[in-house]
């Protein structure tokens, strides 16, 4: 309930440009100032973030999906608060896209790395639900999410 509570609060927030100025601080006191490629796209997201959709930005090999899927699995208010207003672009993307695709029947895949008591624990909840604490990353190309798996084993 906590965490239902918490997503409505983030994704129903009227947020303003000093959100994302917020964001863009914190990003900086995340990313080490020799990581130039990190800062240049934290200069981009500063100059650009509006030329691109929110799941561009967090499907992009940087910071983002790795700072916020880490502060969505251990509940890291203060982090999640200073990305809020991505956390409600990305979601009102997904919203969007699942609208306009809900007829659509299609397959996707993810790769993921897991002990094998984990890959257990979800064979035992198989036709039951399954709760995640971040955003999952899919293809619908099969070997894409093979290489991450194996990737993550690596």
């Not at 609208?99 to 897991?114: A, E, L, P, T």
């Amino acid at each position: 309930m906590y965490s239902q509570l918490l997503k409505e609060t983030l994704i129903n927030i009227e947020y303003d440009e000093n959100a994302k100025k917020d964001f863009i601080q914190f990003s900086r006191s995340q990313i080490d100032n020799l990581e130039t490629d990190e800062m240049d796209i934290i200069e981009d997201i500063e100059n650009n973030y509006e030329k691109y959709t929110p799941i561009w930005w967090y499907t992009r090999d940087c910071f983002i999906h790795k700072i916020l899927n880490k502060a969505l699995r251990t509940e890291n208010i203060d982090i999640l608060i200073k990305m809020a207003f991505f956390i409600r672009d990305l979601h009102q993307q997904i919203e969007q896209l699942y609208i306009s695709q809900k007829h659509d029947s299609f397959i996707v895949y993810r790769g993921q790395g897991m002990t094998i008591c984990q890959f257990e624990k979800i064979l035992n909840c198989k036709s039951k639900l399954i709760s995640f604490q971040n955003f999952l990353s899919t293809s619908r190309n099969k070997q894409i999410s093979l290489n991450f798996a194996r990737n993550a084993i690596q």
